[in-house]
């Protein structure tokens, strides 16, 4: 995939962010959505840094990862805040899904991450961003287990994590097979697209 492809469904995305919440300006939902603008933003911000490869030949890699984790700062309150909007509060739940996710996080980045890496440095960063990553997958299922509607939401949460594993296993532990970064991406975008689309799935469940 050329770098302009990735780049510019980025952008589609903010613009379709921004989007939906100005089709939700006149509903409650209307919060969730531009949290979800403003995360996405970030994330652009983040594919913009990592792509600075193309030009410089370096990586900015501690400066996508922050922009991403920022992303995931307006990501985790939106979706709390939906679900206490909604009434979808069950403890349970939310609880349930987020130990579960934390969890997977955890193996995931031992196994992928850190076992196979050389150094012992910039690995432990992956470790609370994929903390981080997991958190809003973990919210996002604990609502989609109350709400069928926001299952897209959850498994473009739980693509998120999957691809910025991918990413980290290529940096710190020498993870490479073919097609690897067509399939990083293929992981984030549409991840990022469930996220930012179900903007529409929080509109329904407000009008119901």
């Not at 903010?14 to 603008?37: D, Q």
């Not at 992303?71 to 987020?98: K, M």
């Amino acid at each position: 995939m050329p770098a302009w492809t990735r780049l510019g469904s980025s952008a589609v995305l903010v613009v379709a962010g921004f989007s939906w919440a100005l089709i939700s300006r006149e509903y409650a939902t209307v919060r969730y959505a531009l949290l979800l603008a403003l995360g996405m933003s970030l994330g652009f911000a983040g594919d913009l840094s990592l792509a600075q490869v193309l030009i410089t030949g370096r990586r900015s890699q501690l400066v996508g990862i922050a922009a991403f984790a920022a992303g995931h700062l307006f990501y985790i309150p939106a979706i709390w805040q939906l679900g206490q909007q909604l009434g979808l509060t069950s403890g349970a739940a939310r609880l349930g899904a987020l130990l579960t996710w934390w969890l997977l996080a955890f193996w995931g980045w031992f196994f992928v991450v850190y076992r196979g890496s050389k150094g012992r440095s910039l690995q432990w960063i992956v470790l609370p961003y994929a903390l981080l990553l997991a958190t809003t997958a973990g919210v996002a299922t604990g609502l989609a287990v109350q709400a069928p509607v926001f299952w897209p939401l959850a498994a473009g949460s739980a693509l998120f994590l999957v691809s910025d594993m991918l990413i980290g296993g290529n940096w710190f532990s020498g993870l490479d097979f073919p097609l690897i970064h067509d399939l990083i991406w293929l992981t984030y975008g549409p991840g990022q697209m469930l996220i930012v689309y179900s903007a529409g799935a929080a509109l329904q469940g407000s009008l119901i």
